[in-house]
């Protein structure tokens, strides 16, 4: 199991009376003092072990939402049921099988949760959207797609439907309006409204039917850890999607995955493969996806490779309504009238002399590269 160091930080911040800058000197000092010997997690780690502060959540009891972690196991939540989506099935190589996805949420946050095959004939048809559910022994695991933690109700695990006397209150899916400059690595729901300025190709990756994991090739046969060798024709696809958004601020690197891509271009699933074959296809796409005006709501990813900040897509809007988005622009403060005062001889010298400065030509300009790993 592994926390980000991000995650550390707000456990100590939630759970001790230190400021963000004490931590983070705290943290500092550590790693000076086992120089070479830590990374920043591991010092985060340490500083919070040595703070008292527990990092890992017992799953003796029921666990809230926000406290969920990837890797956790034998997870019980109370949770109510905000979404459901359609049953899937697959072929894999230990035959057919079939899931079920549906949103959850409590007072903390939401959450998608997957049933797996005899789950989904067990319960999936026992409660509809708005019931509150317990679910136990579940576990956590980041989805593949969207790089979110899901929590997944497998053989082991038991719900039960509308317990008596218990309610849930979901809290609001609220977002907060940001310039891109103003964007941050712990930005989880934030909102943008940009101009979409670059566009990459679709990059696709074989999955496995089964756990939507990328399998190995080897010896020409594709493998999946978990599942075994897969044949061509049972394999899935999943595609990514990269552009630069614009709003005036600054520039982002923006990730789409295939359910934003797909309402992104306004194309099915099956269409959008086609660009796998035929990347020509999607040449018209790009095109005309530039300078248009797209709300994004998303998170921000560090990217320590190139020491950026990253935004990944959760939901988009296209063609936003104008006249609804000036409602969230911020007021612009009033200013007092100008007083105008006489201009003294002095000061008149000093601006004339400011004009006379050299103004950098075109030439002198740094061209700027948007670089796309």
Known sequence: MVLTKEQIIQKIVETTSLSLEDINSKIKQKLDQLAGLVSEEGAAHIVANELGVKLIPSTEQSLEISNLLEGLRNVEVTVKVTKKFEIKEFNSARGPGKLASFMMGDKSGRMRATLWNTKVDDYFDKFKEGDTIIIKNAYVRKNTYTNALDLNIGDNAEITVNPEGVKIEVGAEESTRKKISDLNANDFRAEILATIVQVSDI???????????????????????????????????????????????????????????????????????????????????????????????????????????????????????????????????????????????????????????????????????????
């Open 203 to 373: 990059r696709f990756w074989e999955t496995c039917p089964t756990c939507n994991k990328k399998p190995k090739l080897e010896n020409e046969k594709h493998i999946c850890a978990e599942h075994g060798e897969i044949a061509a024709t049972d394999l899935g696809y999943s595609y990514v999607l990269n552009c630069y958004l614009d709003d005036g601020s600054s520039s982002v690197r923006t990730v789409f995955w295939r359910e934003q891509i797909q309402k992104l271009l306004g194309e099915t699933h099956e269409n959008i493969l086609k660009f796998r074959e035929s990347p020509d296809l999607f040449e018209p796409f790009k095109s005309s996806l530039l300078g248009e005006m797209i709300k994004v709501t998303g998170r921000v990813n560090k990217n320590e490779a190139f020491d950026r900040v990253e935004f990944v897509a959760m939901d988009i809007v296209k063609n936003p309504d104008p006249e609804e988005e000036i409602k969230h622009l911020p007021e612009t403060p009033k200013k007092e009238p100008e007083v105008l005062k006489e201009v003294t001889k002095e000061e008149e010298e000093k601006a004339n002399s400011s004009k006379n400065k050299t103004i950098p030509s075109l030439d002198d300009i740094e061209e700027i590269n948007i670089d796309d790993e």
